[in-house]
């Protein structure tokens, strides 16, 4: 939750607050769930590797381990997109402000 205390708010923004939010987005997306895959995958390749065997069982691992690794891949680059929009945003909204008064 971004930082709405008005002692903070610097530019007509909290700008903390928006860096906070940042980082609870990073922890949530990319360090919870990474964790998430990364428990999940090693349950699904322990199932695998009870009751499966042969050229199907490693390709199927290949494969599998190929996905996740795109999936947590995908999840990088959508954090590292929004962090990018957050920062144009901030930037906007901080020269906006400086233009606000012509002297």
């Known amino acids: 939750m971004a930082d709405l205390n008005i002692?903070?708010?610097?530019?007509?923004?909290?700008?903390s607050g928006i860096e906070q939010y940042k980082e609870d987005i990073k922890s949530k997306c990319l360090v919870e769930v990474k964790n998430l895959i990364e428990e999940h995958s090693a349950l699904v390749r322990q199932a695998i590797d009870a009751g499966w065997n042969g050229e199907s069982a490693k390709k199927f691992k290949e494969l599998f381990n190929k996905?996740?690794?795109e999936l947590v891949d995908a999840l990088d680059s959508e954090y590292?997109?929004?962090e990018s929009r957050l920062n144009e945003l901030t930037t906007n909204y901080i020269n906006q402000d400086a233009g606000m008064f012509i002297e």
Not at 7 to 15: A, E, L, P
């Open 7 to 15: 002692g903070d708010v610097t530019y007509g923004i909290s700008y």
């Open 67 to 69: 996905r996740c690794d």
């Open 80 to 82: 590292y997109n929004l």
